[in-house]
């Protein structure tokens, strides 16, 4: 038999010692009980690091979509054999769901480390790459849903240039979409990576410095067949249910997008707003504290690029109790459309770049 040479698809973990740091409070006593969840598991590095870290008593429930993550879990070298741990196939939007169901609640802290893992972008087979020629599947969840191809196959033009442009904030959306549904309809519909990255280089006008002419509109159709914002402002909206007073929120997300969400869900929950039309009104009972912002060391990115982008938010659940009024009145954020707004760190120096955020909302110390 012929020695299998493909190289294994790995993940290096993002933020991996800052993210789990950020779960409790690192300087307090013996180790933590209680049920932290790792809502996006991928290759298991946070899980891993947690499951070393916690206390006897404590547990780890990891979540993830990806059925290869699953399996890669439970099975072969990568497995995980704690009693503490346990991983469920589930979309993160339900993390609350899953959680009550299994009887876990409350929830001492939550990880999130969104976006694709390098297995998901590293595996042709799984139509997320322009690097390789493969059928344009694009979904985390390989059992259900519909693919980028298939989603191609029906779209009409304006609604395909809506999601090019705001998810890929892509300047050439028009023109894309067009020349995508004009090759459809003379019965050539797009199926491949190959041909989805030729149609778009041939309607891009303009390069972006060492950026694929395709980038945009790869990550555009990725965030919609896997509905990630949607997916992601859930999943923030559960975490004021579900965790306990001091519970920690810990997201890691990898594009402006997605940090945006973050960051407006974290100051919508945690900084007093007068209302202009009700000054003497009592305050909004506030629901988070935002705890800090952290982006990769230049060591962590000189050793994997992909950390670049990467940005941490961190917030901490107050000891208000929920209500439905609580949430209720409250900006939802929901939407897609984003500003121009790009994350404000720089990375450099030794360490990660970290922002102390005090109880009033206002940054101290730490370098941006
Ligand atoms: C960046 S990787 C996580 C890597 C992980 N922290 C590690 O150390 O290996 C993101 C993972 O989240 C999963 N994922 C993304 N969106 C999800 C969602 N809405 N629900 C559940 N899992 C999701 C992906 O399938 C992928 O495995």
Known sequence: MQEDKTPPLLHRTVLLQEAVDALW???????????????????????????????????????????????????????????????????????????????????????????????????????FSFRFDAPLDMRMDTTQGESAADYLARASVDDLTEVIRTYGEERFAWPIAKALIERRDEGQPVRTTGELSAVVARSVRTREFGQDPATRTFQALRIHVN????????????????????????????????????????????????????????????????????KPSAEEVSANPRSRSAVLRVAERTEVPWTAQSGAGADSGKGTKSTKGKPKGKTGG??????????SGSVKGGRR
């Open 350 to 359: 030794k360490h990660a770049a970290k922002d102390v955020i005090t109880k």
């Open 227 to 294: 509905r990630e914002l949607g997916e992601l402002e859930d999943a923030l909206e559960s975490a004021l249910t579900m965790l306990a007073p001091g519970g920690r929120l810990a997201v890691i997300s990898f594009h402006s997008l997605e940090d945006r969400i973050v960051k407006n869900f974290i100051t919508r929950n945690s900084r007093e707003e007068v209302d202009r039309r009700a000054p003497f009104a009592n305050p909004k009972p506030l629901m988070l504290h935002a705890v800090a912002r952290i």
């Open 25 to 127: 409070d690192a300087d307090s006593g013996p180790a933590p009980r209680g049920v932290y969840v790792d809502a996006t598991f991928g290759r298991g590095g946070h899980s891993r690091l947690m499951l070393s870290k916690l206390g006897a008593e404590a547990r780890v429930l990891a979540l993830d979509r990806d059925p290869d993550a699953i399996l890669h879990a439970t099975q072969g070298e990568g497995a995980i054999v704690d009693a503490r741990f346990r991983i469920e196939h589930a979309a993160f939007s339900s993390w609350a769901q899953v959680v009550s169901d299994l009887d876990m609640g409350p929830v001492q802290g939550l990880l999130m480390d969104i976006g694709v893992s390098s297995p998901q972008i590293d595996n042709p087979a799984r139509g």
